[in-house]
């Protein structure tokens, strides 16, 4: 664990402290000071993300500091979209996007990296930002998910079951673009559409998981909730391993272990 | 039902099985005979599912994302090796699904080699000649300061910024290296019979280093390190000391510049470099490796396009389908929903 005593470091904590005031504000509902303690967060993660970006001369989503401060970024845009949709999980939204700054400012260094040659491609920053964007989206489904097992006896559960499904359904198409993209700069910077990398593999188990969601939810609509939710939640859980894992640890040596 | 979705977990399980063996076992695992079969058995569920369910076939979306499904395995079976096999067996067609091609500067060649760039697995009907090889770097930070690597014996490496004053301990077996001074261009003059090192500003440079190393046991000696010489010295201890007076710029591509001959014509001209392919007579031709030491050649890898344009006509009908599926069908659903009320508004 590190602590990052650069203008960079305090504006991460600073942006994580007001995330988290925000979420404390909201459940005290205080909604009105959230409101704006929210959108003074993510002012500063946005002039993190200009900063660095401004730093490192291409879009920051190289490393895992990077990718960790982007998501956070993501999120308030994002709840923007779900409050017209009638998707509004703004609370939930809050305490993400701060739990989603911790590894960028306590656990990855932040030290500026060149593009290797294979992420020289106009491919990159469309693969990287639909993925990202999707696993900001999956995790606020597991979190609904989540909602519907813990309010299970409730009626308000069956609520929760419709919201996850929605979710899942905003941010599938984005999961396969993310695979598809990468498939497609596979094939143009490997010479293979598929490698059989574990970053491939787990990419793909992750989409499969929700594929058996859309067909469990097809086959028994909301009659089996608790399946429905715990699957979104295996579902968010294989986008941490292809996250996280499968480039961090030695058990899984490929092309990607870059991305570090 | 049942079947494709347990067909699906299936397909989950053995993802997750192939990332723990790595890309070449997962890749053996998924050409193996019995998942062949399993991919015969995907390929048989999703056409029977054409037939069974209606929504299949009246929904354009869900008609979208199983065709596509069914291009993506069919192309993909159709490009393997047994793929390659199984057409030169019942259409005469002579693809290599894979290979590699070493060519010297200024040579031409058109043998495909297989992993151990020994062995010829084909022969092309056209040559790819080798122009010019060159690597491309990134400006060297001009922050960076010159570094002493520092290699002992026993494997562990060490690295110091290379500065007057500068200490490191090896541990309590070897010491404390310390630089005593850094010349750009070193050189000895004969001063009244004495060795004396001196900068010499105008001739060639010559960076070198003067460090001390200090043993456990209080006894010093001092020795120089050369950039241009690497090696070069008296050195009593066994360390392997590599001094780096500016930093080298990363690696930002690799480049050869090759020319396609056939009949002795040249027919065109290309610069292949990561992410920029060539592609002629149904062959990818992708920059793989090259000569470390002089770059005199480059390796190519070569694919081939069999099933490639199933693939990806698969890859955009799915896209298309999910699409439709989970974001328009909603909005046109909202537009439904909306037009009836303002219309009984207007009323």
């Known amino acids: 664990m590190t602590i990052k005593f650069t203008i960079q470091g305090l504006l991460i904590y600073s942006a994580m402290l007001a995330y988290f005031l925000a979420f404390l504000s909201a459940i005290l509902r205080k909604q009105k000071i959230a409101n704006r303690i929210y959108l003074a967060a993510f002012l500063l993660t946005l002039c993190t993300f200009a900063y660095r970006w401004y730093h490192v001369k291409h879009v920051p989503f190289q490393n895992m500091f990077e990718v960790f401060l982007s998501m956070a970024m993501m999120l308030y845009p994002l709840s923007l979209l779900c409050r017209r949709i009638k998707l509004d999980t703004k609370s939930a939204d809050m305490l993400i996007a701060a739990i989603l700054l911790v590894p960028a400012g306590f656990v990855f260094h932040a030290q500026p990296q060149k593009l290797p040659p294979a992420l020289q491609s106009f491919l990159f920053i469309p693969h990287v930002a639909v993925y990202l964007l999707a696993y900001v989206i999956m995790a606020k489904a597991a979190v609904l998910a989540s909602c ?14 419709d919201k996850t499904y929605r979710t899942i359904s905003l941010g599938f198409p984005l999961l396969t673009l993310g695979l598809l993209l990468g498939s497609l700069w596979g094939k143009l910077a490997w010479g293979d559409y598929w490698g059989w990398d574990p970053k491939e593999l787990w990419s793909l188990a992750s989409w499969l998981i929700y594929l058996v969601y859309f067909h469990f939810r097809f086959m028994f609509g909301k009659k089996r909730p608790r399946i429905n939710s715990l699957l979104a939640i295996l579902g968010l859980t294989f986008i941490l391993i292809t996250l996280l894992w499968v480039n961090l640890s030695k058990i899984f040596p490929g092309l990607h272990n870059y991305a570090t | 039902m049942w079947l494709s979705l347990l067909a699906i977990i299936l397909f989950t399980a053995l993802s997750i099985l192939g990332a723990f063996h790595g890309p070449q076992k997962a890749k053996q695992l998924f050409n193996s005979i019995p998942l062949t ?22 929904k354009p979306a869900l008609l979208m994302i199983h065709a596509a499904s069914f291009l993506i395995l069919a192309g993909a079976m159709y490009g393997s090796q047994k793929g390659h096999q199984l057409a030169e067996k019942l259409f005469n067609i002579k693809k290599v ?53 520092i290699e002992t014996p026993t494997g562990d490496y060490f690295q110091l910024p290379a500065e007057p004053g500068r200490q490191i301990s090896l541990g309590p077996d070897i010491g404390i290296l310390k630089v005593l001074h850094a010349f750009n261009n070193f050189k000895i ?16 440079p010559n960076p070198t280093l003067h460090v ?35 930093r080298p710029g990363q690696i930002r591509d690799f480049l050869s510049d090759i020319t396609v001959i056939e009949n002795q014509k040249q027919i065109l001209k290309k610069t292949i470099e990561v992410n920029h392919p060539l592609y002629y007579a149904g062959y990818h031709f992708y ?13 190519l890898s070569v694919t081939s396009d069999s099933g490639l344009y199933a693939v990806f006509a698969g890859y955009l009908l799915l896209a298309l389908g999910i699409i439709h599926r989970c974001w328009f069908r909603n909005i046109i659903k909202n537009i439904k929903n909306k037009n009836p009320k303002s219309e009984a508004d207007q009323q």
């Open chain 2, 37 to 58: 079969v399993y991919f015969f058995i995907l390929v048989a569920l999703l056409t029977a599912g054409f037939f069974t369910f209606k929504s299949l076939r009246k």
């Open chain 2, 189 to 204: 003059n004969i001063e009244q019979g004495q060795k004396i090192a001196t900068d010499k500003p105008d001739d060639p």
């Open chain 2, 97 to 149: 699904p894979q290979g590699y091609m070493a060519i010297f500067e200024g040579k031409s060649e058109n043998k495909i080699l297989a992993d151990d760039l020994q062995h010829v697995l084909a022969e092309l009907p056209f040559d790819i000649k080798l122009d010019d090889f060159r690597l491309e770097f990134y400006e060297p930070e001009k922050s960076s300061t010159p570094l002493l690597k």
């Open chain 2, 212 to 246: 001390e190393l200090t043993a456990p046991d209080g006894k010093s000696y001092t020795r120089y390190v050369f950039e241009n010489f690497p090696g070069f010295g008296e050195s009593p201890d066994d360390l392997k000391l590599t001094y780096t007076s500016q």
């Open chain 2, 287 to 299: 920059q793989h490796s090259y000569d470390p030491e002089n770059q005199a050649y480059t390796i």
């Open chain 1, 148 to 161: 519907q097992i813990i309010y299970s006896t409730k009626t308000i559960s069956l609520d929760y079951e």
